[in-house]
């Protein structure tokens, strides 16, 4: 019979990958709990609508990129393809916005994009999200951006970069959206990518973001975003930047930089590394304003990021597996009952171990034990078995061995 295997773009994540995003999670929920943020769990699947709504009908991932589906009801669902739009409806749909009422969430969890596979880029991918609603100050944004750099610095990266821009609101942006038709209209678009060209009369914001050689260079000398803020959305940019610059965060402006889905505005960043290749961002947000008024609620700002836990676990280095304790070599199959109910004790004083199951020479066991490096070596053979005793080998260098009767090792 044929073998079953796994689809195209996933993983499984065996203990050494998975002891990884544990890792990344674990130092999530205690930097993001420290500036008093909450842990919500919302579900994978949700109504298409949602991200139609939300992230716009002409963008990359709703027009190519999401697993959409009928169900039984011939409802059409969809798996997330990101997680700030569900984070939004249930904010929405449980009423939590009222009038200067702040709230701070984390997700975690994996999201689908139809997308060709590659390094740091899966089908089945897993994030890392923060977001904040019902702060419209500046000092929210600097906040934010404070916080993923603490995260970041905790899973111990240091060699990244972080980008800053803004977008600006619905009521500069029209005149950037103009600016930028002028120019594409007095422009060769034959030079552009097949995305671009489609991006050019749907999205033409997405053109200065593409990494094509053709489109960076026709866009080279395309009107600049910042260059066209109003005066609100000026002032609440430079006062972000004094705050980061304040507190120590260094950051390169880039005008350039735009954010794939349309509820983005103002302030936008990305996190970028040069050592992993091609798709270099690990990490990227912005504010939101607009975005719950948008899926049914109140007139409530909002803003956020999102860290991709597989460009993130790129970097990382080491082993991440929690080491155990002890390791009990079992060389007399007699003592195996002796052995397991030995283990459950070590384990209630707060040890992490392991029992050998299968009788095995004394050799093979110590080998074992030195493979998982526990710091010490109960054994159980024909001595133990008939003396009500256990041996202890201390296995860090220059441990001795000695015999006790097992009740005696606890007192």
Known sequence: MAKIQKIKGVADLFPAD?????????????????????????????KTELFCRSIGEETDVVQKEMYTFPDRKDRSLTMRPEATAGVVRAYVENKIYQPGKVSKFFTVGPMFRYERPQAGRMRQFHQINAEVFGASEPQADAEVLLMLSNFLSGIGLSKLSFELNSLGCPECRPVFRKALDDYFSGVDQEKLCDDCTRRV???????????????????????????????????????????IDEAGLEYTLNPRLVRGLDYYQRTTFEVTSGDIGSQTAVAGGGRYDGLVHTLGGAKVPGIGFACGMERLGMLLDGDYEEKLDFYIALVDQRAAGDALIFAEKLRKSGL??????????????????????????????????ENGTVTIKDMTEGGGQESLPRDEYFK
């Open 18 to 46: 998975s002891a990884k995003y544990a890792f990344m999670e674990k130092t999530a929920r205690d930097v993001f709990s420290s500036y008093g943020f909450g842990e919500l769990r919302t579900p994978i699947l949700e």
């Open 201 to 243: 009369n749907t999205n033409p914001l997405r053109v200065l973001d593409c990494k094509s050689k053709g489109c960076k260079e026709l866009t080279k000398d395309a009107p600049s975003i910042p260059e066209h803020l109003c005066g609100e959305c000026r002032e609440h940019f430079d006062a972000v930047v004094k705050l």
């Open 352 to 385: 992490k171990g392991e029992v050998g199951f299968v009788a095995k020479s004394m050799k093979s066991q110590l080998r074992q034990a030195n493979k998982l490096e526990v710091k010490k070596c109960f054994i159980f053979g024909t001595d133990e078995v």
